[in-house]
């Protein structure tokens, strides 16, 4: 593990996911600022590469949940790494799970012992599970809990899914499938973009469409989507289903997609390391985060309430950016070649640590005040004396021979 020079990043703890499978856990606290890997959990095995992730970081009974390669999903608690519950999906391997969102739990439902999420496959096969948290994983068992699915694509390949913030909408696309809108309670498709018109040669390209996300967490009607051909769009359901408005950002694809907490600015990250942040109503580019990343950009996630987003892909740093000045704050070096990360926004350093750092502090001062009122001790000088006599004494005697 390496780390570039700090700029005092804030007290984070990030959770991120690679291709041979494992789970990292970035934390800096106010005892050092850097980032730095605190816990590392599994085994190296690419069949068990994790292709997507979703976290609950409630204050209380916090939840991690993972799709991998080899068609499992697991329920793991991001404090420890303990695996409360594995599945197998059908079909898993053939057709992958690329999405998938971990449903908050209701505080008035704390007791209960099962949890819902929305996955959907490469096919478009969309389902709402129920699983049971601490139900004892079994490698062989296949998913046999309450499951409802539906289908959201009848051709293509879904790359980008996104669950709205009240929980009660989702949306997909990706290679051939229009950006469609469903809500979740009755499975019905309530929107879908227009697929764009014939060139002037009669010639008709299909969208694809590598990333997604909502605008505004308290409105469903704006979304913001990336396409393969370096553009960003700004779809408003209300209004229409051709996009309001459309951005060409540098010459290769959009990889990453993710919104700001102030409702119109979002943060890009390109297949070329290129990451920056637009002003979506308008469609200004506000600036480009300094320093160049060397790989492809493939998860950014910004923090609910520290300006600062963290960003990592397939150069293998974790990176924490300052969302004002767009300076890096810091960058981990982590091995493998990352596909998706999670902030907990919910850790805090404090506690223990300021009270002992005071302690020891009070400490330190109270016995240099005992050394202070100590009489004066010569040893140093007497040591300086003797390696003088020593030193002349061996010039005494060279001038002798």
């Known amino acids: 593990m390496a780390a570039v020079e700090s700029r005092d ?15 990292k856990a970035i934390q800096s606290s106010y005892a050092s600022t850097s980032p730095k890997i ?35 999903i697991e329920l793991v608690n991001p404090l420890n ?5 594995s599945r197998i999906i059908e079909n898993g391997v053939e057709d992958p799970i690329v999405a998938l969102h971990l449903f908050k ?18 096919k478009g096969n969309a389902a709402l599970r129920s699983l049971e948290v601490d139900k004892t994983p079994s490698e062989d068992s296949t998913c046999n809990d309450s499951v ?23 949306l997909f696309g990706g290679k051939g499938v229009e950006v469609n809108l469903w809500d979740l309670e009755t499975r ?22 590598t990333a997604a996300t909502f605008l505004n967490k308290e409105d469903h009607h704006k979304i913001v989507a990336g396409t393969d051909n370096h553009q960003v769009r700004l779809y408003d359901i209300s209004a229409q289903r051709r996009p309001v408005i459309s951005v060409d950002f540098r010459e290769a694809p959009i990889k990453a997609v993710t919104e700001d907490i102030d409702g119109h600015t979002i943060y890009i990250g390109t297949g070329s390391g290129d990451l920056a942040s637009i002003d979506i109503r308008t469609g200004k580019l506000l600036g480009c985060f300094l320093g160049k990343c060397s790989g492809s950009i493939r998860s950014i996630v910004r923090h ?41 926004s919910n850790f805090s350093d404090l506690g223990t640590t300021g009270i002992a750092v005071d302690a020891l502090s009070d400490e330190a001062q109270l016995n240099q005040n005992e050394v202070d009122a100590s009489p004066p001790v010569k040893r140093k000088k007497g040591d300086k004396k003797l390696k003088s006599k020593k030193k002349s004494k061996k010039i005494v005697e060279e001038e002798d021979d």
């Open 9 to 23: 990043c804030p007290v984070i703890r990030a959770l991120t996911f690679d291709v041979l499978g494992l789970i």
């Open 38 to 72: 605190v816990e590392t959990w599994g085994h190296p095995d690419s069949s068990n590469s994790i292709l997507s992730a979703s976290l609950n970081d409630s204050k209380f009974n916090p939840l991690l949940a993972v799709a991998r390669k080899n068609g499992h």
């Open 81 to 85: 790494g303990d695996i409360h519950s």
């Open 105 to 122: 739990k209701d505080p008035t439902d704390s007791l209960s012992r099962e949890c819902t999420l929305v996955t959907c496959t490469r």
């Open 148 to 170: 409802t699915t539906w289908n959201v694509c009848s051709s293509g390949e879904v790359l980008c899914s996104a669950v709205h913030g009240n929980e009660s909408q989702a």
């Open 188 to 209: 019905s498709k309530t929107w879908s973009s227009k697929a764009p018109p014939k060139s002037s040669l009669g010639i008709f390209t299909p969208t694809c469409f």
């Open 304 to 344: 609910p309430e520290i300006p600062l987003i963290v960003s990592v892909g397939l150069d293998r740093y974790l990176r924490v950016w300052d969302v004002k000045t767009r300076q890096l704050l810091s960058a981990v070096f982590l091995k493998q070649h990352l596909t998706n990360v999670v902030i907990d």
